[in-house]
C-alpha cells in the first residue's frame, strides 16, 4: 500500500494540470478549497451512527455536540484512503469525543468505536475490512455523570486571588472550557498588573467518581512587576525607525501592559505604510530590569491609484479615480489626489425635476501627517474644489482645510478644523458668492464591534461648526447631534435591532443668511427612505404650482431647513449566512424655525435585502412613503454598499 501511495503521489504531482488534492490513510495532503473533489488513494466508503450506549438516560445535548464533533458522522459522505485510512480516522474521532465529554463534564465517559462490530481498540495497524460494501461503523457512547467542581486550590506566590473571580469554585462548572477559560482570565489578570513573566508551575485535576466532583489545583509563578524599556525597531527601510518608535506610543518606565502593546501595534497598522506589524515584549529584562520592546515590521508598496466608473438609467454616466503615495518624507506622510466627474448626460436621459447644466465633478488633494500632538493624532489639510446640482440648488466651490484629529481611546475622537471657502450658490433668488470662515468641530464615540456590520455597541457623534461670512459679516452655527445604538436578539446574531436618530438645528442668522449646503434636508438612502433626496422639508413656493416639475428656476425646489429630526429603526434578520432581510421604518422632519415642525413629520417604510461581504453588506432598500405629498413618487429603490446605518 505504501508503494501504490508513493506512486499515486508521483502521478499526481507529474500531471501536465495543476496539482490535485490527495489523501493518504485520513490525511489530505496539497488541498485547496477550489477543488471539486478529492482525489483519495485506494478509496473505501464507510457508514456512521453514533448514538447513546443502552440503558443510558436521553440527553438531546450531548447527543447533539457528539454528533457535531465526530468527523466520522460529519465526513460519512467522503471516502477514506483505505483501511488503514479509516482506521486512523477513527482513532482521531475518538479523541474528539472524549474531547466533547470533557467540555461537557463528563469526566466517567466512554467512547467506544466499532468497525465491522469489533472494538478499535482491538485492531491491529494491518486489519483489512470487506471493502465489497461500505464499511460499517458504530460509535456507542456512554457519557457518564455530569460532574461539579470540587476542591479549588490556587497559589500565586503569596499574592492575594479571589479564585470565585474567575468561576474555580466549589460547585461550580467543570466543564473543562470553563475551567481553562477561568484560569486563562487569572494569568491575563495577573500580565495586566505589569507582571511579563507570569508562569504555570504546576496543575492538577482529579476526577472523584465517589462524589462527581472535579478537584482542581494551580500553582503560579507570578513574576515581578517589570517597567517598559527601550523600544527596538527592525525591519525598516524607508521609514525612519526612529519615527515607528515614537508612534508605538510604548514610554519606557511605564510599567509593562498587554494592552499597551496592543494599542501600539494599532497605532503602527493605521499608519497604512506597513504590509505586517508585530510588537512583542523582550524575551528578559534588561540589565537596568526594565523589558525592552522589539518592533518588528515589513514595509508594502507606498503608492497607489485606482480607477472607477458608473453608469445609471437616472444620473447618467460618471468615472473617479485616486493617486497617492503613503511616505513621502520618510515618517509615513500622505498625500491623495482624488477626481470625479457624475451625472453625465443626465439632462437627456431623465426626468429629473430641474435640467442641469453639465456634469459634477469634484476634485480633492488631502495630506496627512500623524504624529503632531503625539502618537494618537494626525494632522489634515486639503484643497478641494466642485461642482453639484443636487435637487435644492446649484453649487461651485473651492475650499481649504486645516485640522487635527486626536484619538482620546480606543472609542472616543476629536477632531477640529479650520475651514476657508469661497463658493456660488444658485437658487430660486439668484446666484449668490459666499466667503465663509468655519471652525468644525466632531466628537464620535464608538464602541460597536464591527464598523461594517454592527451588531451590538453605540455609535453617537457630535458635530459643531461655528461659520462666519466675510462678505457680510452674518454669523451662525450649524450643530447636530446622531446616535445609533445595535442590539443582538440571540446569541449567533440572527436578528439584530438598529435604531438610529439624529437631531440639528442652526441658530445665530434667518435662513436666508445660511447658505443651501449648509442648510438641513432630509430625505434618500441616507435619511428618511421612501422620499427622493431632499425632498422632505419647506419647498418653495409652499404650493405645488401648476405644472411644476421641469423648471430650470428652481420654482418648486426645497428650501431646505433651519432645524432637522431623524429617526429610523431596523430589524435585521440573517436567512443564511450571507443573506439578510431587513424590514425598516424611517422618519423625519425639516423646519424653517429652530425647532422641527412635528406636524409635517414624514414617515417612510420598506424591505431591504444585504449580501454579507469582506468589504461590508451589499445593500438594497425598496420604500414607500406613509404621508406621499402630490410630489412624493410611489416608491423608491437605493443601493449601495453598508448598512443603511
Known amino acids: 500500500m505504501l508503494a501504490r501511495a508513493a506512486l499515486g503521489a508521483v502521478l499526481v504531482m507529474a500531471a501536465p494540470q495543476r496539482a ?5 490513510f485520513g490525511f489530505k495532503f496539497f488541498e485547496d478549497e477550489t477543488d471539486d473533489a478529492t482525489d483519495v488513494i485506494n478509496p473505501i466508503s464507510y457508514t456512521a451512527s453514533l448514538s447513546l450506549a443502552p440503558g443510558v438516560t436521553a440527553d438531546g445535548d450531548i447527543e447533539t455536540a457528539l454528533n457535531d464533533a465526530s468527523v466520522l458522522v460529519s465526513d460519512a459522505s467522503d471516502p477514506v484512503s483505505g483501511s488503514l485510512g479509516l482506521i486512523a480516522k477513527a482513532k482521531t474521532d475518538r479523541k474528539r469525543l472524549v474531547a466533547t465529554l470533557y467540555e461537557n463534564a463528563r ?12 472494538n478499535l481498540a482491538d485492531l491491529p495497524p494491518d486489519t483489512k475490512f470487506d471493502t465489497s460494501r461500505p464499511v460499517p461503523v458504530t460509535i456507542r457512547v456512554t457519557p457518564g455523570p455530569v460532574y461539579e467542581l470540587g476542591r479549588v486550590a490556587i497559589t500565586t506566590g503569596g499574592l ?13 462548572s467543570a466543564n473543562s472550557v470553563d475551567v481553562l477559560e477561568g484560569e486563562a482570565k487569572l494569568l491575563r489578570d495577573l500580565r495586566n498588573q505589569g507582571r511579563p513573566f507570569v508562569a504555570v508551575t504546576g496543575r492538577e485535576t ?12 494551580l500553582d503560579v509563578s507570578p513574576g515581578d512587576i517589570v517597567p517598559f524599556g527601550e523600544t527596538w525597531v527592525d525591519g525598516t527601510t524607508d521609514v525612519d525607525p526612529g519615527f515607528v518608535a515614537y508612534m508605538a506610543g510604548v514610554k519606557a518606565g511605564e510599567v509593562f501592559s498587554p494592552d499597551e502593546l496592543a494599542a501600539a501595534r494599532k497605532r503602527l497598522v493605521e499608519l497604512g505604510v506597513f504590509s505586517s506589524v508585530t510588537v512583542k515584549p523582550g524575551a528578559a529584562q534588561a540589565a537596568d530590569g526594565t523589558l525592552p520592546v522589539q518592533v518588528e515590521v515589513a514595509e508594502r508598496k507606498f503608492g497607489f491609484y485606482g480607477l472607477g466608473a458608473t453608469y445609471s438609467n437616472t444620473e447618467g454616466a460618471g468615472a473617479s479615480g485616486y493617486v497617492g503615495y503613503r511616505n513621502l518624507f520618510g515618517r509615513a506622510e500622505s498625500i491623495r489626489l482624488d477626481a470625479s466627474i457624475s451625472r453625465i448626460g443626465a439632462t437627456a436621459i431623465s426626468d429629473e425635476a430641474r435640467e442641469i447644466s453639465g456634469p459634477d465633478y469634484a476634485t480633492s488633494l488631502v495630506f496627512k501627517k500623524p504624529g503632531v500632538l503625539g502618537p494618537d493624532s494626525v494632522y489634515i489639510g486639503s484643497i478641494e474644489a466642485g461642482r453639484q446640482q443636487p435637487l435644492a440648488y446649484d453649487r461651485e466651490f473651492v475650499a481649504v482645510t486645516s485640522g487635527v484629529e486626536y484619538k482620546i481611546d480606543e472609542q472616543q475622537k476629536l477632531s477640529a478644523t479650520v475651514r476657508g471657502e469661497y463658493e456660488t450658490i444658485g437658487d430660486f433668488l439668484g446666484e449668490r458668492d459666499y466667503l465663509l470662515a468655519s471652525v468644525p468641530v466632531t466628537y464620535t464615540f464608538d464602541s460597536r464591534d464591527n464598523e461594517l456590520n454592527p451588531t451590538e455597541g453605540i455609535f ?3 458635530f459643531a461648526e461655528p461659520t462666519y461670512n466675510v462678505d457680510d459679516g452674518a454669523a451662525f452655527v450649524k450643530t447636530r447631534v446622531d446616535a445609533s445604538s445595535y442590539l443582538s436578539l440571540t446569541e449567533n446574531d440572527r436578528l439584530v435591532l438598529a435604531g438610529r436618530v439624529g437631531y440639528g438645528t442652526i441658530f445665530g442668522a434667518d435662513l436666508g443668511e445660511v447658505p443651501n449646503d449648509r442648510r438641513f434636508f432630509a430625505g434618500g438612502g441616507g435619511s428618511v427612505r421612501g422620499y427622493e433626496f431632499q425632498s422632505i422639508g419647506p419647498y418653495y413656493p409652499s404650493s405645488v404650482p401648476a405644472g411644476s416639475g421641469f423648471n430650470p428656476d428652481f420654482t418648486d425646489t426645497p428650501t431646505g431647513g433651519l432645524s432637522l429630526f431623524e429617526a429610523s429603526l431596523e430589524a435585521r434578520v440573517a436567512v443564511t449566512d450571507k443573506i439578510q432581510i431587513v424590514p425598516f421604518v424611517d422618519g423625519g422632519t425639516v423646519s424653517d424655525d429652530l425647532v422641527p415642525d412635528f406636524n409635517a413629520f414624514k414617515l417612510g417604510a420598506g424591505v431591504g435585502l444585504r449580501y454579507l461581504t469582506s468589504f461590508g453588506p451589499i445593500r438594497v432598500d425598496v420604500a414607500v412613503p406613509l404621508d406621499p405629498g402630490p410630489r412624493d413618487a410611489s416608491f423608491q429603490f437605493y443601493a449601495g454598499i453598508g448598512q443603511a446605518f
Open 20 to 24: 490535485a488534492a490527495f489523501e493518504i
Open 107 to 118: 469526566y466517567d465517559g466512554l467512547v467506544d468505536i466499532f468497525i465491522e462490530g469489533r
Open 160 to 172: 492575594p486571588v479571589d479564585p470565585a473571580e474567575y468561576g474555580l469554585v466549589r460547585g461550580g
Open 206 to 217: 482529579v476526577a472523584d467518581a465517589a462524589t462527581d466532583e472535579l478537584d482542581y489545583s
Open 460 to 462: 453617537a457623534k457630535a
